[in-house]
């Protein structure tokens, strides 16, 4: 790759055990082949007076530039910003994230404005763009296997149906997503698109494909790609909103907090990234429904999992969140060797502790709120009573956690992450109210569904996989 060989911005591994790349190089691989995840060489940053003038500009070209700062030479802007054009044209709201006021001094940034009605579109129809770009011509043919706890593989299927280069296998826990979700997978017919329904919970899911991505055979032979949360691009472009809704509230001259409903510390952690990019942040508080690893790793340094447990946010129903291995790395002052055997660790035991400056400077920007069932329930039933809008249960636990917080000068934003209309059984049950079907969901009920099942085993996906991709 030609971005590997120049002064471009290089990625290396958390665990330290990987050569560096480029950023074509670190979209396509997904993980790092030594287990870690990759992240910038060196952080870039906008200045105060770049970011001000990001005001009142359209969300494409602000994408382009934060995306951009990382992109480097891969993709320069006159190829960047047609992509992020054409990304966010799906997306049915003009502003692509608008921002709306639910309360004093607290706002909703709703990012499920996209084809599948969750967040993970707006990572996800760029991404697909991105590995066109870099694909045509390349005569490659990735596979993609992607584990999701219900909204990644809707996202990644609708962005990556019927591409040429590429073939794609979801991996989801049976009977744990929603039906709309599940729809958004399931129907599109596409022939390089296979959805599996594998017995077990998201983590069995996600812990499949990284052994998928450990095996050199396996993964030479189908040449695998990933594009699971911890795939740097999808970071990079979740960074964008942060910026857009910041700056429209008055930054950089104000700081802005966020809430942000979390499972994966994807979304989360992007809200470091726009830190270090410049944006100024008072706090992103990590909220997370009974499934409370994050929570817990804040408030007593500790960081293991337990059981999953079923709820109605299911797409945060993860314990094992895999971008914290990217904050553990920032947070011991990017020490490989401590963080390859910190999480080699935590692998075979289920837990570890977070060192005592690491913890110190992970609390310098994030808190941790745990909202369980009830309390989800009654968020969704009090923000309808007083705005007379249905929010989705994810949504619902971020706005529980930020309704916590103090609330101060600083405007508070809650990341709201999928549609009510994904989630009609629980809205209702809480409010009484149905959301209306959305009609991008309509069309799905219609539609014939194409599942397969297999059992929670990495050899039975690898053979579903080479099956399928024919190697
Ligand atoms: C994926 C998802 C989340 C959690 O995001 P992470 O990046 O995994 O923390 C929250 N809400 C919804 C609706 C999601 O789809």
Redo the contacts with the bound molecule.
Sequence with gaps: MPDAMSNALRYVSTRGGAAPVGFADTLLAGLAPDGGLYIPETWPAFTPDEIAAFAGKPYAEVAAAVIGKFAGESFPPEVLLPICREAYATFAHPSATPLRELDSGLWLLELFHGPTL???DVAMQLLARLYQHVLAGSGRKLTIVVAT????GGAAVEAFRGLANVDIVVLFPEGRISEVQRRFMTTTGAPNVRCVAVQGAFDDCQTIVKSLFADDDFRTAVDLSGVN?INWARVAAQAVYYFTAAVSLGAPARKVSFAV????????FAGYVATKLGLPVERITLAVNSNDILARTIKEGRYASGQVTPTQSP??D?QIASNFERLFFESVKRDAGVTAAAFKGFAATGGMDIPEAALAAMRGLFGGETVDEPQTTASMKASFEATGELI?P?TAVGVAAAQRLERRATPLVVLS??HPAKFPDEVEAATGRAPAMHPRAQGLFALPEAIDRLPADAAAVKAYVRAFVGK
């Design positions: 969750a967040f993970k706890s219900g909204d990644t949360s409903p979390t499972g994966n510390f994807g979304d989360a797409a945060m993860i989705d994810h992450t999928a």
